[in-house]
């Protein structure tokens, strides 16, 4: 089993940016594997951020924050980032990744996650 661990959270300006990085130990990120970011804030349902392919590179964005974040990996690394700018308050959640091996935005669907990072945007 690939265990996750998110770094890179932190409190922002609105207007500003942070880069998030996920990196997976215990073994390599297979292929087959789909990686995706999902985010939760106090009192609300886990919600889909991004997600990218490990093989293909398909790559899928939440309306939310399409234009603004970009998702991408680096397969030496074993790491995929989520690159995020024009923050605002309502990006304030845990920011956690995830690995599954079918293509949703479900976060249901996904069986391995990380602990999460806080991200904080202040007005």
């Known amino acids: 089993q690939v265990q996750l661990s998110e770094s890179g959270g932190g409190s922002v300006q609105a207007g500003g940016s942070l880069r998030l990085s996920c990196a997976a130990s215990?073994?390599?990120?297979?292929?087959?594997?789909?990686m995706g970011w999902f985010r939760q804030a106090p009192g609300k349902e886990r919600e889909f951020v991004a997600l990218?392919?490990?093989?293909?590179?398909?790559?899928l964005y939440a309306d939310t924050v399409k234009g603004r974040f970009t998702i991408s990996k680096n397969n030496a690394e074993n790491t995929v980032y989520l690159q995020m700018n024009s923050l605002n308050t309502e990006d304030t959640a845990v920011y956690l990744c995830?690995?599954?091996?079918?293509?949703?935005?479900?976060?249901?669907?996904?069986?391995?996650w990380g602990q999460g990072t806080q991200v904080t945007v202040a007005s």
């Open positions: 995830a690995r599954g091996s079918r293509y949703t935005t479900n976060p249901s669907e996904y069986y391995n």
């Open positions: 990218i392919r490990w093989h293909s590179g398909s790559i």
């Open positions: 215990g073994g390599r990120v297979y292929s087959s594997s789909v």
